[in-house]
Nanobody, 121 residues
Framework: VQLQASGGGLVQAGGSLRLSCAASGRTFSSLALGWFRQAPGKEREFAAAINRNSASTYSDSVKGRFTISRDNAKNTVYLQMDSLKPEDTAVYYC????????????????WGQGTQVTVSS
């Protein structure tokens, strides 16, 4: 599976962005997809994930502000980010694994290249 993330950019606090991650290769509908982020000097952390059946989970830091969704017809997973805060500034990565999500980045098999999100105060 090859993943291509896009949609990052610069936004003011309180604003919104939508990230996209397009997949190619293996059957997309059988995959669980996750979004992770990494701020400068910090470890990569879990943000959101969605199962093959569209069940989803979020980290406490983004719950209620971010929404993950998938479109199997387009082989794409999205991360709608609302009410953005400066602490959301990071490189955001999408990742895939078989069937069911986890919050551990080490359990994901394939990674996209990352897209920068910068939130100004």
């Amino acid at each position: 599976v090859q993943l291509q993330a896009s949609g990052g950019g610069l936004v003011q606090a309180g604003g919104s962005l939508r990230l996209s991650c397009a997949a190619s290769g293996r059957t997309f509908s059988s995959l669980a997809l996750g979004w992770f982020r990494q701020a400068p000097g910090k470890e990569r952390e879990f943000a959101a994930a969605i199962n093959r059946n569209s069940a989803s989970t979020y980290s406490d830091s983004v719950k209620g502000r971010f929404t993950i969704s998938r479109d199997n017809a387009k082989n794409t997973v999205y991360l709608q980010m609302d009410s953005l805060k400066p602490e959301d500034t990071a490189v955001y990565y999408c990742a895939s694994r078989s069937q069911y999500y986890t919050k551990d980045p080490r359990s994901y098999d394939n990674w996209g290249q990352g897209t920068q999100v910068t939130v100004s105060s």
